[in-house]
């Protein structure tokens, strides 16, 4: 697509239930990043995909994220037994892959608000 | 990835060049300069990057000084709309590598 697309735009959840997010990022990009943005605060990095490379997962706050992605397209943010500090916006990022500048030019999805009762 | 300062928040007048600056001391020689900016409510935005030569786009210009220690975002007419969280990130190209974003510049444009 002409864009990365985050689905859903809004989720609403009670604590305890499983949440995911969906990302399509621009085709042909191998790149794709999760974020988090806490209200007023900073992006905060989760987990970072790279061709069939093993994703970084470095940024993952607990055992309760989790996140895949099918091939170079789809990716699925899964929250499980959501807490109320997840409440957030969830950013996705893809980028091109390779050895230019290019790589660290990442488009951003307009992110899924999560909001946890 | 060399570290980055920036100032937390500045203030132009609209109609006026808004110049944002960025600290990168340690940045090594085959680290480029990338400027993001985020509008309030939106997702992050490229705006332009360079490695050692100044660079110009539809949105902005990039000064790097010559020993490539700080570099400087121009925004050459400052609109209402330009008010976002400017971030200025140094990094390696390729790789396999996060790119993470710090606090960055809160810059306000009023009338």
Known sequence: ?117 | DAKTTQPPSMDCAEGRAANLPCNHSTISGNEYVYWYRQIHSQGPQYIIHGLKNNETNEMASLIITEDRKSSTLILPHATLRDTAVYYCIVRVTGGYNKLIFGAGTRLAVHP
Do not use: M
Request: overall charge neutral; hydrophobic content about 30%; charged content about 20%.
């Open chain 1, 1 to 117: 697509g002409a864009g990365v697309s985050q689905s859903p735009s809004n989720k609403v959840t009670e604590k305890g239930k499983d949440v995911e997010l969906r990302c399509d990022p621009i085709s042909g990009h191998t790149a794709l990043y999760w974020y988090r943005q806490r209200l007023g605060q900073g992006l905060e990095f989760l987990i970072y995909f790279q061709g069939n490379s093993a994703p970084d997962k470095s940024g993952l706050p607990s055992d309760r994220f989790s996140a895949e992605r099918t091939g170079e397209s789809v990716s699925t943010l899964t929250i499980q037994r959501t807490q109320q500090e997840d409440s957030a916006v969830y950013l996705c990022a893809s980028s091109q892959s390779g050895g230019g500048p290019g790589a660290n030019v990442l488009t951003f999805g307009a992110g899924s608000r999560l909001t946890v009762l």
